[in-house]
């Protein structure tokens, strides 16, 4: 069986609508810095609370999803491939910024993505 574009696009659009668990050892800000080839990732803490929501470790106030928000990250990773940020990430760092395996798999994809936006001169949005 062959799948087209557009078949493949509406399984990922599917599956992104499902139920995640929030990552108690916090979240990535994904974006290209072209000037200097690197795909970058912001890590920021968080604290999940009763309702499953990310909140503020400092405020106890509500992580949007969406929008702008005024936090400081804590590491900034940097990689001229999707393996070397992940490898960066997931191998090297201790203790781990990464504590749910469906978290990597996000990164690791999403890191995927920024490459080929990287190389191909596409824009990337983080899913």
Do not use: W
Request: aromatic share 8%; with cysteine.
């Amino acid at each position: 069986m062959t799948f087209t574009k557009e078949d493949l696009a509406l399984i990922d659009d599917r599956l992104s609508q499902r139920d995640i668990k929030l990552d108690p050892a916090g979240y990535f800000v994904i974006y290209l810095d072209r000037e200097a080839g690197l795909i970058c990732a912001k890590h920021y803490t968080n604290v999940i609370d009763e309702r499953g929501l990310a909140v503020d470790p400092e405020t106890g106030e509500v992580i949007p999803a969406k929008g702008k928000v005024e936090r400081t990250h804590t590491t900034l990773y940097t990689g001229r491939t999707a393996k070397e940020i992940c490898v960066k990430i997931l191998e090297e760092t201790q203790p781990c910024p990464v504590s749910y395996l469906d978290h990597a798999g996000y990164l690791g994809r999403e890191f995927v993505r920024a490459e080929l936006a990287l190389v191909t001169g596409q824009e990337y949005i983080q899913d």
